[in-house]
């Protein structure tokens, strides 16, 4: 043991430093936030309540019922049931999300070839029973509005970057997916 | 002994084959897109391509034969790269419609793709413009999206052989259309949608619902609607079948199926349906609860027992109940109630048939097996059409001509059209004098094997037709002549006995003079079945005179067995058959009947003197999944549930044990097996049964054909005849022919209305699915174009068809492979059957029914 060591030793030189940086943090402020009361907005791209799409043009949902969520989805809770149209095009009847049992992967948003579905930053959805959770296709939609709608396509365009945002092959023309997203 | 190297494995074969079936058998997968296994090889997709040694270019595998000393690399760069070109070529113009697309997920373009494929293309030209085409109600086609693999020509010409479709257009232009252009005019076997690689032609009734992800449960099943038995898979999503597919490699049918198989299930959800029990009360069936309906059912038996005796009961089982089904309603009757009265529509023409046959050879002399016909070297056809009434077995005989067989069909060809040597078409109902004929000869060329001396005996004793015969029966003795040599020379022939055979003329001349050819020649013998489960109705004992596993009720041996393991006593005599017990009924001897999923009106000749021996009953239980004409008339309406909604087993025509599985867990009705176990526990039974597998095990218990025959064999496929158990060998010999020397008189004149039995439909059951419904309508007359002319009308005009049962006007078709004089009407919609026009006359022999009442007036209706 040096001197300098015993000094410090027999002057609690370590402890009085702690407690100065415990002095010090009495005059700031607090940096805990008082939940509820005091809310903290999500940081971009957080993953919270689902929400399906909706496509300006039509007003409806922007999913065309390819099904690749459900897919990919791992803990298959994406329930999606599609019929023929009137025009034989493909109609999405029931596009249901059992929200409780998501874990949050996100891949349902990734795997879209369209950009129908994202996770929303709004995350208190806490409620009292089951059936609140089990989100229908006009739920998902309703949450768009009401969590992404003002944020909008620019929002999700810049941080979910969907792989393709459009899926269609243009009229008379052979391109396929671009190489880089 | 051939010796080659694939990636670095030595792979030895045994005979000559591709290298891609060689690879596969060292477990390298090429990959392919125009190869289909059973399909003749094409090499048109160049996606096989492998390096071979030696030589210069790169190889398609599917059409290189391995050879000695070669040595195959499949995974190089350069092949990598080939591969990725001819799938960048490929998507010139395929469209990129994969969320869309049916087909996605299963797709083997789509997985072709995603491991060999481009990452972009680099054509900007446009692409190939083809509008989906919705012109047929049952396929849906979009030729943007074919890759031209020609898979599912190959499957329609060499499998099917419907020749339907084929390719048009020229270069990058091409498609596949049917000949008949929009609508599909072809035997909707939906085999070409099996193999198609892509979404280019898909099914119309799963469409836009279906993603192989979406399927919850698969459940392996047996067909519902021929004797056949095609294994096919449920595919389930909630209660709902989304589709059924058939299996390469499973069950006999491997890989195909007809269109009742592939596209009849909707039958099942139809809105027809019964959903509740009903009772008539004055004359209005009324919904009560099941309890209700089986106190009724139970107080009425135990009346009508209690005053008239146990054999004023009577039982009808169904050929379209699983064997379960049918064993419970037997033992109702026989071990519960008491009596022997208990029959099917398998009385028609198929019970007698086997009993018959088996009578001069023996037990399971017609228990042989489908797949091996095409390995004949020649089949005699008589009596009906197989490709319509059992069309996955017509497509083995199509089989068997194609690889060089010779098929002689004996009536109108129909499906074997293009698939017989020749067909002799005597006039109608003349089979007869041509088969005296064909047999007297042969046995005067051939020696017989002196077996069976019964037979022989009878054969000495045959009428030989005259020439004068011969031309009365409109056959020329060259024709017999070639009959003869040809059925000769046959080594490993098979004969089809058809259900016309039987239900016109003497059922048991014909019969046995089949049976006498049968013998001459050394031909295995199939007996086609319009139900699922003729067979198997006659294995569980509903027949007048037999028990479960075919013992004759005569001998007391066989009943002392059954009352020893049951505890349970048989009655002794005799009971009544379908007929007797319509005629009983009719006299008042015959109180109540029970019958269990038949729509005895509508399936019966002799429709008037059905309706008023059915009126005369105390007491009428109509057990089925539909309000039916006869359950119209029932004092208790039973809704059963259906095919897909119950387990159990079938047995097909060749006496194969097939189970049939439940993939819909909910039903609008009861089990059958198990509305009968209630109402028999009511009557006093005893034995609980809680499941059809429960019921099984007691089959094998006294059926000493099915003894131990486990579910877990029957499921491994293994229960094929003789299974384990005995066959009842050693009681064949006595038999009876009607008019041994004696041969018919033709009428030449007579229109004569015979059964049409279209692939399209089965009965009345078909009439409920929407999709084969929508392929086959309404009902049609269907005519010879000669006939046609000489009234004067043309296909879609009207006719008046009369006999004295009913005059009912009903569109025409023309069909031209139909025998002149003979117009044909199928028994498939309400009103305007072709029972309904028809009555029938019992032959004592054979117990089988003969129509009569069958020459009709025709008359063209003014518009
Ligand atoms: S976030 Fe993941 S778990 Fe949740 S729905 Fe999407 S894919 Fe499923
Ligand atoms: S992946 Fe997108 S388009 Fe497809 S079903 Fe899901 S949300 Fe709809
Ligand atoms: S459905 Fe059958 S008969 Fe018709 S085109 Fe396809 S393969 Fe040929
Ligand atoms: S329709 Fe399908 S099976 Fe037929 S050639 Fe085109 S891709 Fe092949
Ligand atoms: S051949 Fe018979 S068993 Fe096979 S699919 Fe057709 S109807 Fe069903
Ligand atoms: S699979 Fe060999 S060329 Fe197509």
Known sequence: ?181 | MIKLTIDGKEVELEKPVTVLEAAKKAGIRIPTLCYFEGLSPFGGCRLCLVEVEKLPKLQTACTLMAADGMVVRTETEQIKAARRAMLEFLLINHPLDCPYCDKAGECELQDLVAKYGPEAGRFAEGKRQHPENFDDPIIVRNMERCVLCTRCIRMCNDLQGAYAITVTGRGSHSFVEPFSGGKYNCEYCGNCLTVCPVGAIMSRLHRHSYRPWFVEKEVETTCGYCGVGCSLILQMREERIIRTIPRVGLGLNNGLLCVRGRFGYDFVESRDRLSTPMINVNGELRPVSWQEAYEFVIRRLKEIKETHGPTAIGGIASGRCTNEDNYMLQRLMRFVIGTNNIDSTARLYYAPAVAYLEQIFGQGITANLIPGIANSDGALVIGGDPTTINPILGLQIRALWRSGGKVIVVGAPGGLKRFASYEVVPRPFAEEIVLSAVVSRLVKEKELKGELTHLEEKIKGLKEPAEGDLQAAGVSAETIDRMVTDLKAMETPVIVIGPELLQHGRPSKNLFLTAALAYAINARMFVLSERPNYQGVIDMGCLPDMLPGGRPIDFEMFRHKIEETLGKEVPQNKGLNLFEMIDAAADGRLKALYVMGEDLLFSLPGREKTRKALEGLDLLIVQDIYLTETAKMADVVLPAASWSEKDGTFTNLERRIQRVRAGRTISSGRPDWQIVSEIARGLGDDKVFSSAHDVWEEVIHISPLHAGLSYEDISEGKAIWPYHGEPLRGVEGEFDVEGLDSLPKVDTDAIILNMHRPLYHSGSTSRRSKALISIFPEPVLMMNPSDAKGIGVEEGEKVRLATSNASIEVKVKIDRDLQQGVVSLSNTFEGVNFMRFVDYTVEPTTGSMVITNNSVKLEKVKE
């Open chain 1, 1 to 181: 043991m040096t001197v300098q060591e015993l000094f410090k030793k027999i002057f609690f030189v370590e402890i009085l430093k702690g407690m100065a940086l415990t002095l010090s943090r009495l005059f700031t402020k607090p940096v805990t936030r008082r939940y509820p009361k005091e809310k903290r907005p999500a940081q971009l791209g957080f993953r919270g309540l689902h929400a399906l799409v909706r496509n300006p043009a039509t007003g409806d949902a922007k999913c065309v019922g390819c099904g690749l969520c459900a897919a990919i989805c791992p803990s298959r809770c994406i329930y999606i049931y599609t019929s023929e149209g009137p025009d034989h095009q493909k109609v999405v009847d029931r596009y249901e999300i059992e929200v409780l049992r998501c874990v949050y992967c996100a891949f349902c948003v990734e795997a879209c070839p369209f950009g129908a579905v994202v996770l929303t930053p709004h995350y208190e959805y806490a409620d009292y029973s089951r059936e609140d959770f089990y989100m229908t296709k006009e739920k998902l939609l309703e949450n768009w509005d009401k969590y992404m709608g003002e944020k909008g396509f620019e929002y999700f365009d810049k941080f979910w970057n969907p792989k393709s945002t459009h899926f269609t092959t243009p009229e008379g023309q052979a391109i396929w997916r671009r190489k880089s997203g």
